[in-house]
């Protein structure tokens, strides 16, 4: 019978597995505290963080069980959110499962470690409590903080409820280290961190059996001392004991390849979770009513429920709508986004982020994976929800009731995107 180690240390055997995990542990929770409880049951072992809102019930949680001996972990407290991530760091190379959380002006101010982490190829997974970045000073819900960080090689997994918050937390280390790769996941902040709703915890028995122990690939033996990181030249060279080594070019197709192959690792990893814990992440993006729909909405995290009432009201109207929620953002599943949009004659895309001077980052994905794939749909972008700007179901199809003289004109695009604010 497979066995387990207690964060203590003792080996324990663990039940035989029946089917998908029946806990009735389901719990009132918000957000934070979900994703908290995610990493208390994937047993990390290295804490470090720094408080900013929305994000600090998280690790203040996350103390809270290492204090009271439910987590055997050590919680670094730093001072400074590049610190933070640079203790993960240094604790992932030496062999530990590592985890940190943050938000806005902190994601920033981490992000030369973030391209740290992921060119050491490290497993770490960090949550993002996604908030709006200043000036001027906001501390309310968007997703600029982490769409600006979209380049850095980390995993992007934005959820849409609470349930979702915990469940790719423990998915995002399963995912890390099958590909040795760093993961962040998203949800908004106050919409999701700060507001309850029932999320159903699985036994420890049985994340024990979906996450096996980490492996790293980093070495940390005085016996066989090593640098990680040294000075790389463009070109490949011999080391000092003679092997030829990776320029830092191939370093960097390493990375990209590792990013494109880790979209098999995210199916695997939810459907092994689907079948132990009863809820399928196999796919990357989820779809509500698209067999017939001809309009679709598209938007990221709880913005995408928020779409589900606004196709209620159009349905309602005789427009055949439907919703695509993103649930992965990096790698963006090009094939599936093409497969789900194939039928659409009007896609109307939802950002809650911004690339200046040009347009909604999701918006721009998903144009560049339709382009010479045969599916031409107009695609129209609106701007919402920035800094806090509560946007309403029937904003959203009122956008679309908008968008719909596009198809008599037929451009694929506006050069710009449209706001939905006074001005």
């Avoid at 709703?197 to 096996?212: C, F, G, K, N, S």
């Avoid at 990181?229 to 011999?238: E, G, S």
């Avoid at 990375?255 to 459907?271: F, I, N, P, T, Y």
């Avoid at 920035?386 to 968008?403: C, F, N």
């Amino acid at each position: 019978m497979p066995r387990r180690r207690d964060n203590d240390g003792r080996r324990k055997r663990s039940p035989p597995l029946t089917g998908p995990d029946q806990s009735d542990n389901v719990l009132i929770l918000d957000g934070n505290r979900a994703a908290a409880l995610g990493a208390k049951l994937v047993r990390v072992q290295v804490v470090a963080a720094y408080p900013i809102t929305p994000q600090s019930p998280v690790t203040e949680a996350l103390s809270e069980f290492v204090e009271k001996g439910e987590l055997r972990a050590e919680y670094v407290a730093v001072e400074s959110e590049h610190s933070a991530l640079a203790v993960c760091t240094s604790a992932s190379i030496a062999g530990a499962r590592t985890f940190t959380a943050t938000s806005s002006h902190g994601l920033a101010y981490m992000h030369e470690m973030l391209h740290w982490a992921a060119g050491t190829r490290l497993p770490i997974v960090l949550v993002c409590v996604n908030r709006a970045i200043g000036a001027p000073w906001n501390v309310l819900n968007d997703q600029q903080d982490s769409i600006s960080q979209r380049d850095t090689g980390w995993v992007q997994i934005y959820a849409r409820n609470n349930q979702e918050v915990l469940d790719s937390v423990i998915q995002g280390y399963r995912i890390a280290e099958a590909c040795y790769l760093p993961v962040m996941v998203c949800y908004d902040g106050y919409i999701l961190s700060h507001t309850e709703m029932p999320v159903e915890v699985p036994a420890q028995e049985t994340v024990d059996r979906y996450l096996p122990p980490y492996k790293p690939h980093t070495v940390l033996d005085p016996a066989d001392p090593r640098n990680y990181n040294l000075v790389t030249l463009a070109n490949p060279r011999h080391n000092v004991e003679g092997k030829y080594c990776h320029g830092y070019m191939e370093l960097r197709f390493l990375l990209q390849e590792a990013l494109q192959d880790s979209r098999k690792a995210v199916a695997e990893a939810g459907r092994e979770f689907g079948r132990l814990f009863g809820r399928d992440y196999s796919s990357p993006i989820w779809k509500d009513r698209l067999e017939d729909a001809d309009i679709v909405m598209v938007a990221t995290g709880s913005l995408a429920l928020e779409a589900l009432v606004a196709a209620d009201s159009l349905r309602g109207e005789g427009h055949r709508a439907g919703v695509l929620g993103l649930r992965l953002f990096r790698p963006f599943p090009k094939t599936e986004m093409v497969e789900a949009l194939r039928n659409a004659r009007l896609v109307v895309v939802f950002d809650k982020n911004i690339s200046y001077g040009s347009e909604g980052a999701v918006s721009s994905e998903i144009k560049a994976s339709l382009y010479g794939n045969g599916v031409n749909p107009v695609i129209r972008n609106f701007i919402v929800g920035l800094g806090g700007r509560d946007i309403k179901a029937r904003e959203l199809a009122e956008a679309v009731k908008r968008s719909l003289p596009s198809l008599e004109v037929g451009p694929v695009n506006v050069e710009y995107p449209e706001w939905i604010c006074l001005i």
